[in-house]
């Protein structure tokens, strides 16, 4: 399966939407869907920390993955974004399709 589904949170709503954004429209992302109110807790630099969230799931191809993976800490405020990939095992084919279609670079 060519479908990996990542995961990245940002700090608040703006951030997340403006990442979202950027990555539909540089077409490393065929989707991005925000989901607000996560709560996270977290080691960080040696002590526990607390953070309210915006989890934004990314849609996007194992080829594009790494374009993806370049890009993404330069559009993130935090100092080490998270970014996490997850392999479909399956999927609706005509999604897989356009998910496919819509992170083609144009040339």
Do not use: N
Not at 22 to 47: D, F, H, K, M
Not at 59 to 86: D, G, M, Q, S
């Amino acid at each position: 399966m060519d479908l990996l589904l990542c995961f990245c949170t940002c700090p608040d709503h703006a951030s997340a939407e403006r990442l979202a954004s950027a990555l539909v429209e540089e077409r490393l992302v065929a989707c991005a869907t925000l989901l607000p109110a996560a709560r996270s807790i977290y080691r960080w630099q040696g002590a526990i920390e607390q953070a309210d969230e915006v989890l934004v799931l990314l849609k996007t191809t194992r080829a594009r993955y790494p374009a993806l993976e370049a890009r993404l800490p330069a559009l993130h405020p935090y100092e080490l974004p998270e970014l996490v990939a997850v392999e479909s095992a399956a999927g609706l084919p005509a999604y897989l399709q356009w998910v496919t279609a819509e992170t083609r670079p144009l040339d």
